[in-house]
């Protein structure tokens, strides 16, 4: 079958300033995609094409079949937008917002009364539901915006940035909730700064930086591929990283140097960790743990991943 | 009107959406209604205010021939007036806020919308409401005795028409405002419009030159139209009127839907 997001050199270009520079991506149904970037890296941007709300500058972009620039509306009434920002009506009540929103695609009222309560439920706002939406916490607006977005019963949910700015408990009920959705058969489309979110919920990702697509696969393959099995992180004092850097450089496969730690990527963490102790380093804080997303994306990047 | 709008408009025949928006305003003033009431107010205060204040000091004057009291006289330009301002007001400070600051249209969008809907649907709602207002101040004109003829039925939808040519007009210029400030510009072009527009003397009380600066304003037209129907002065020159508005407004819908989607859609 082929793929329900399909694009080809996907361009998005502002003035001259080049947003997304000619990405090829492809999602499947089923699956959970995400795109992982620094702040700027364009995954906003290619998430407003996929939701036909922001025209291709150049490339090919077909979306349920579809192309956006003709069937627009066709393709947004089978999809589910949270996008990064909420932009809740604020005059409205939190029932309100559904209801209107689900008349916004040509539901009939006497559907969505029941649909919202059962959205209400979903997020846990139902004690909420007559409350002003300008009241809500912000991970009650997050979750309303989550629960706004199904109210079409979408087959693609495009979510940018879903836990950005969330308590760990809120995030992890997006979390569960996004899971039980991906089970539903939905597809899920989704942007994060976090790598234990990617790690968490993506089949596939990509990482993006500066409009382009750096490395694309499974969380594990990106690990695999991009970097070793342990890693070994060493504190020391400011100013003396690089000093040290170079007496430890023997000890592990690659050595990456930040500005308050260095990063020792190897095979055996234990090892490398005792090795440092015997020769009489000694730095402040040691810390040996498997490796993750943020590693791939420091060696693809030369950065850390942090907003 | 509406075959003459289709002919200006090149909207798709697709089954407009707008009224969804409407649907929407509806449900953010049923928490609201008072402000929705107190719109009803603010015309008759001033028609009450000229008519018994100002009324007795000027006396009567002759349009068309016939001797027409004062009141008689400013009352259908009040109603003229207040359809423009009620109009502009809903499209222009309301739907900046929207547009700008609320992000309402960005989530419309988000959804089978076109900007196409978004603007025909607030219009649509500017006219509902301003209709209301017109009704209601028509009905008061009609009981202080300021209606001479039957050809006031027509009084109505006629200021709903110059209540869509400034709704539509509004809104065109709202998409190209960068800043608050930016809405000077608006009161720069209607306060003049409201002191200058035959709205409180005759016409052909101004010099030659003025007079014609006059008949190219659209409230000019607005007003000529509403007074015509209410003293029951009418003539075929209101034709012209009447396509002057209709096209003001067509032309100003066209743009709105092109702006709309030029600023959300990035
Ligand atoms: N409407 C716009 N006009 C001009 N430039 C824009 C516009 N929208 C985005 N950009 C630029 O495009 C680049 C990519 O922005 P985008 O919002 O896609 O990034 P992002 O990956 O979503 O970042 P973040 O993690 O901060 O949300 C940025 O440099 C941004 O300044
Ligand atoms: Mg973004």
Redesign the interface.
């Given at each position: 079958m082929g793929a329900l997001i399909e694009a080809r050199g996907l361009t998005k270009r502002?003035d001259s300033f080049v947003a997304v520079a000619g990405i090829d991506v492809d999602v499947f149904r089923g699956e959970v995609f995400g795109f992982l970037g620094p702040n700027g890296a364009g995954k906003s941007s290619t998430m407003r094409m996929i939701?036909c709300?922001?025209?291709v500058s150049s490339g090919t972009l077909r979306v349920l079949g579809m192309d956006p620039a003709v069937d627009?509306?066709?393709i947004?009434?089978r999809?589910g937008?949270c996008?990064q920002?909420n932009?809740?009506?604020?005059?409205?009540t939190v029932r309100?917002n559904l209801?209107?929103?689900g008349?916004?695609?040509?539901l009939p009222r006497r559907t969505l009364a029941d649909r919202a309560a059962e959205l209400l439920a979903f997020v846990q706002l139902t004690d909420k539901a007559d409350a002003q939406v300008a009241d809500l916490s912000g991970g009650m607006k997050r979750r309303l915006t989550i629960a706004r977005a199904l109210v079409?019963e979408p087959e693609i949910m495009l979510l940018d940035e879903p836990t950005t700015g969330l308590d760990p408990q809120a995030r992890h009920l997006v979390w569960d909730r996004l899971i039980q959705l991906r089970q539903e058969g939905v597809t899920l489309v989704l942007t994060t700064h976090y790598m234990d979110e990617a790690e968490q919920l993506c089949d596939r990702l990509v990482v993006m930086d500066g409009g382009t697509i750096v490395a694309e696969g499974s969380p594990l393959d990106l690990i695999r591929a991009h970097a070793t099995r342990e890693v070994v992180e060493l504190r020391f004092v400011a100013g003396r990283q690089q000093a040290l850097a170079a007496e430890v450089a023997d000890l592990a496969d690659r050595v990456e140097v930040l500005p308050d730690r260095v990063l020792l990527y190897t095979q055996d963490g234990d090892a490398a960790a005792n090795a440092v102790h015997q020769r009489g380093l000694s730095p402040p804080g040691i810390l040996v743990r498997r490796s993750s997303l943020e590693d791939v994306f420091l060696r693809l990047t030369g950065r850390t991943l942090v907003d | 009107m509406a075959a003459l709008i289709a002919r200006v408009v090149p909207i798709p025949p697709v089954r407009g959406r707008g009224w969804l928006l409407v649907e929407r305003n509806l449900m953010v003033y049923r928490h609201d209604w008072l402000v929705l009431v107190s719109g009803f107010f603010e015309p008759l205060f001033y028609l009450l205010s000229i008519g018994v204040g100002i009324a007795p000091l000027v006396g009567n004057f002759q349009v068309g021939g016939h001797a027409v009291s004062y009141p008689a006289f400013i009352a259908p330009a009040m109603l003229a007036a207040s359809a423009m301002n009620g109009a502009i007001a809903d499209t222009t400070y309301n739907l900046f806020f929207k547009l700008k600051y609320a992000k309402l249209y960005d989530a419309v969008l988000a959804t089978p919308l076109r900007p196409v809907d978004i603007a025909t649907g607030e219009i649509c709602w500017a006219l509902i409401r301003g209709g209301l207002y017109s009704a209601a101040f028509l009905l008061t004109m009609l009981a202080l005795g300021l209606v001479f003829s039957w050809w006031a039925v027509l009084a109505l939808p006629a200021a709903v028409l110059v209540g869509f040519a400034f709704a539509a007009a509004g809104m065109a210029g709202t998409t190209f405002m960068r800043s608050w400030q930016d809405f000077e510009f608006i009161s720069l072009a209607i306060l003049p419009m409201f002191l200058l527009s035959a709205t409180f003397f005759p016409l052909s009380t101004y010099p030659p030159v003025v007079r014609l600066l006059v008949e190219l304003t659209p409230l000019y037209h607005g007003v000529a139209l509403l007074r015509a129907l209410t003293l029951g002065t009418p003539s075929w020159q209101l034709l012209v009127s009447v396509a002057y508005l209709a096209a003001m407004a067509g032309v100003s819908l066209w743009v709105s839907s092109r702006r709309i989607g030029r600023v959300l859609l990035k």
């Open positions: 502002f939701g709300v922001s025209p627009g509306p066709r947004r009434a999809l937008v996008p920002e932009w809740l009506d604020e005059e409205l309100e209801l209107i929103y008349r916004y695609f040509g079409n | -």
